[in-house]
């Protein structure tokens, strides 16, 4: 192979490389996003079955970071993306206490996405022994950072279910 076919096909690489890395980085996004969305989600489940089965309020809170177990009273500029913890909430309180509550799930941090509550609770969702929920319906909005138009609304009802829609979209009975 000579020095001109090496550099050639160097320069193809490098051109199907270069169009080859916008899709990837949509991709990334596209995954970080299913992430969160599945998290956030599988822990809300997870919340409401455990109050069903313990027969007491089980809350999920939005925490400060992966070590904390101190429940947040406000969203904060990134919401639930800096982790949050599900526990049983033993005595009742709504605040977490290693000494009498249960910690029943912790999630970390979700890089590359942001929520945003749009109604209802903002940083504690309680889940009474019923299933219901103890607030009011409530929506989030989860975001890519790395693209504004990839988001996806997770829309809460009273009686504890959940449904997520795309960001276009508003949740029923909204």
Do not use: H
Request: contains cysteine.
């Amino acid at each position: 192979m000579t020095m001109i076919e090496l550099m050639v096909t160097i320069a193809i690489l490098a051109i199907l490389l270069g169009l080859a890395a916008p899709s990837m980085t949509r991709f990334a996004a596209q995954w970080r996003m299913s992430n969160a969305v599945n998290a956030f989600t599988g822990s809300l489940r997870t919340a409401r079955a455990e109050a069903i089965a313990r027969a007491k309020p089980v809350v999920m809170c939005r925490v400060s970071s992966a070590s904390s177990t101190a429940c947040q009273t406000s969203e904060g500029t990134t919401g639930y993306a800096t982790g949050w913890i599900v526990f049983a909430d033993n005595n009742g309180n709504g605040s977490y206490n290693s000494g009498t509550d249960e910690l029943l799930l912790r999630q970390d941090t979700q890089s590359g996405v942001t929520f945003q509550a749009t109604g209802g609770s903002y940083s504690k969702l309680t889940f009474q022994p019923n299933g219901l929920m103890g607030s009011t319906p409530a929506s989030y909005n989860i975001q890519s950072t790395f693209d504004n138009n990839m988001e996806k609304v997770v829309c809460l009802s009273k009686p504890g279910r959940m449904l997520v829609i795309d960001g276009t979209q508003s949740c029923p009975g909204a």
